[in-house]
């Protein structure tokens, strides 16, 4: 019995073909491995990882640090306004933000958007009679763009996700 072409493809590929190939039929599997890559690829590769989390213990000890100040500042004065909620709020996204990080490998680019907005939110809420109708509403306006920046970037990942395990070295 004779198939069609698009049969026979399909029953002579193997599995090898459907993990490598994305939707475009683009294979993965001439990019080196981890194995394969010369020593000093993965020298340098070590050596950003360790740059890496230095740099992230040094953001994390600083973002306590300054957390255990305002709180103090707060024990000090005897009084919580909402500016320093708001402040400590920060400090806690920018904590998860590295806790995703870390355990993940992966940076969510929202994270950084929202404490955008929250410091823009912060800012109009602390200097609201110092600030001028433009500015004001320069800063509504960034938020506004931000928000919906998040949306946009939500709706992508929801609706367009990304190819996961494209190689076989892919975590």
């Known amino acids: ?24 039929g683009k294979d993965y599997r001439a990019m080196r491995s981890q194995a394969q890559r010369p020593l000093r690829e993965r020298l340098l590769g070590e050596a950003i990882h360790i740059t ?36 400590l709020f920060l400090y806690l996204e920018v904590l998860a933000m590295i806790g995703i990080y870390i ?7 929202r994270f950084p958007i929202y404490i955008a907005i929250v410091a823009l939110a912060r800012l109009l809420i602390l200097d609201l009679k110092e600030l001028t109708e433009w500015e004001m509403i320069t800063i509504a306006g960034a938020i506004t763009v931000l928000s919906f920046s998040v949306l946009v970037l939500r709706y992508g990942h929801l609706n367009y996700p990304y190819i996961l395990n494209r190689r076989k070295d892919d975590q």
């Open 52 to 87: 890496e989390y230095i740099g992230l213990v040094v953001i994390t000890i600083a973002t306590i640090y300054a957390g255990a100040v305002e709180v103090m500042h707060m024990i000090n004065v005897r009084a919580v306004t909402l500016g320093d909620l708001l402040l």
């Open 103 to 109: 355990k993940s490998g992966k940076l969510p680019i």
């Open 1 to 24: 019995m004779d198939l069609p072409t698009g049969v026979r493809a399909v029953l002579n590929q193997t599995d090898d073909s459907f993990t490598n190939e994305d939707e475009s």
